[in-house]
């Protein structure tokens, strides 16, 4: 067994985290909502996505939102492209990263893209050229990688040659989406054997929803099998609005913890990040899914301000 001694958190609050919430929220306090999460050490903050606005009015704002963040140095700020219509946008805007996504199942590409699986690969095939034009890294996407909400379980090995068919394109990293939260430990540690019988391990992130309580775990599981990328939701915000069931992200809150209780570098502050959250679930109204956050709230370790 020999976890990583550094892991990469790829926050996805602001876009995975506020894409399935009705009410929307005025870009400004999604600005301060992520200028927030700038100032905890996270790397990577995805910011917003660029799909229609009819399939996700919340996001509807991302050119103001992605335009007005303030652009930490060292900090990357990608954000999710449905289609080179979206490219087009997201390069207007001066975005410099951007992540694409599909899925192994072709009713959960039907339902989240209006396409077959064939058909979002080969819009993929359409922004990796022009994201290879103006020099954007680009990271992909699966989702529903251990079960989908329309087709049930999913097949290990038609989301290796998925990821393998990925990278061969240009992605970066292929982050594995437990889209419905309905993995285990067991089936994660399958799933990555395979996955990495087609691409390298340092390719290969996890992305977890928490839907039935083993996130956590999940990425424990990952981390035994070597994997150091994990996408994580402050708060545990989150959810994708055509994964009907599907409950937020692990909180980020608890990933940090745990990793820095086993010793795992991820140079991120945790206090800032628990502030983050408040911010936004205050805006929300709603209570955070953080354990830690609740725990420390209870021990008084947070700071006031
Ligand atoms: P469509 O309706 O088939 O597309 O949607 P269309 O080409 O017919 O366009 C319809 C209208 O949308 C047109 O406008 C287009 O111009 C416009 P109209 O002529 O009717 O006025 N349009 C756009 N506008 C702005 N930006 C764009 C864009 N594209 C079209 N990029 C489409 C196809 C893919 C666009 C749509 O299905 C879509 O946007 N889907 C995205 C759904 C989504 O965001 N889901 C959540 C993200 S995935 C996720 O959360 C999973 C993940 O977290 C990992 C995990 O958990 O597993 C990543
Ligand atoms: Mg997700």
């Given at each position: 067994?020999?976890?990583?001694?550094q892991?990469k958190i790829v926050?996805v609050?602001?876009?995975d985290?506020l894409?399935?919430?009705?009410?929307i929220i005025?870009?400004?306090?999604?600005?301060?909502?992520?200028?927030?999460l700038?100032?905890?050490?996270l790397?990577?903050?995805?910011a917003?996505?660029?799909?229609s606005?009819?399939?996700?009015?919340?996001?509807?704002?991302?050119?103001?939102?992605?335009?007005?963040?303030?652009?930490?140095?060292?900090?990357?700020?990608p954000?999710?492209?449905?289609?080179?219509?979206?490219?087009?946008?997201?390069i207007?805007a001066?975005?410099k990263e951007?992540?694409?996504?599909?899925t192994?199942?072709?009713?959960?590409?039907?339902h989240?893209?209006n396409c077959?699986?064939a058909?979002?690969?080969?819009?993929?095939?359409?922004?990796?050229?022009?994201?290879?034009?103006?020099?954007?890294?680009?990271r992909?996407?699966?989702?529903?990688?251990?079960?989908?909400?329309y087709e049930?379980?999913?097949?290990?090995?038609?989301?290796?040659?998925?990821?393998?068919?990925l990278?061969?394109?240009?992605?970066?990293?292929i982050?594995l989406?437990?889209?419905?939260?309905v993995?285990?430990?067991v089936?994660?540690?399958?799933?990555?054997?395979e996955?990495?019988?087609?691409?390298p391990l340092?390719?290969?992130?996890?992305?977890?929803?928490d839907?039935?309580?083993?996130a956590?775990v999940?990425?424990?599981?990952a981390?035994e099998?070597?994997?150091?990328?994990?996408?994580s939701?402050?708060?545990?915000?989150?959810?994708?609005?055509?994964?009907?069931?599907?409950?937020?992200?692990v909180a980020?809150e608890?990933?940090?913890?745990?990793l820095?209780?086993?010793?795992i570098?991820t140079d991120?502050?945790?206090v800032?990040?628990m502030?983050?959250?408040n911010?936004?679930?205050?805006?929300?109204?709603?209570?955070s899914?953080?354990?830690?956050n609740?725990?420390l709230?209870?021990?008084?370790?947070?700071?006031?301000?």
């Amino acid at each position: 067994m020999s976890f990583p001694s550094q892991v990469k958190i790829v926050e996805v609050g602001a876009r995975d985290g506020l894409q399935n919430e009705k009410k929307i929220i005025p870009a400004d306090i999604k600005i301060q909502f992520i200028n927030l999460l700038s100032e905890t050490g996270l790397k990577v903050i995805e910011a917003t996505s660029f799909v229609s606005p009819k399939w996700v009015p919340q996001l509807a704002d991302h050119d103001e939102v992605f335009q007005k963040i303030n652009k930490v140095n060292n900090v990357s700020y990608p954000v999710l492209i449905p289609n080179v219509n979206g490219l087009q946008n997201a390069i207007k805007a001066g975005v410099k990263e951007i992540a694409v996504f599909t899925t192994p199942s072709e009713q959960f590409s039907q339902h989240n893209t209006n396409c077959s699986v064939a058909e979002s690969v080969e819009r993929i095939s359409e922004i990796m050229v022009i994201a290879k034009e103006h020099d954007i890294p680009v990271r992909g996407y699966l989702s529903c990688v251990l079960g989908c909400p329309y087709e049930g379980k999913i097949s290990a090995l038609a989301v290796a040659n998925l990821a393998e068919k990925l990278l061969l394109m240009g992605c970066y990293e292929i982050s594995l989406g437990d889209t419905i939260g309905v993995g285990n430990p067991v089936a994660v540690k399958e799933l990555i054997v395979e996955v990495i019988k087609k691409i390298p391990l340092e390719k290969v992130a996890v992305h977890f929803h928490d839907t039935y309580g083993l996130a956590l775990v999940n990425i424990y599981a990952a981390l035994e099998c070597g994997v150091n990328v994990v996408d994580s939701s402050v708060s545990g915000l989150g959810g994708c609005p055509y994964a009907p069931g599907a409950t937020g992200n692990v909180a980020t809150e608890d990933v940090v913890y745990m990793l820095n209780g086993m010793g795992i570098q991820t140079d991120i502050d945790i206090v800032k990040l628990m502030l983050a959250g408040n911010f936004m679930m205050n805006v929300l109204q709603k209570s955070s899914q953080s354990k830690v956050n609740l725990a420390l709230q209870m021990t008084n370790n947070c700071r006031e301000d």
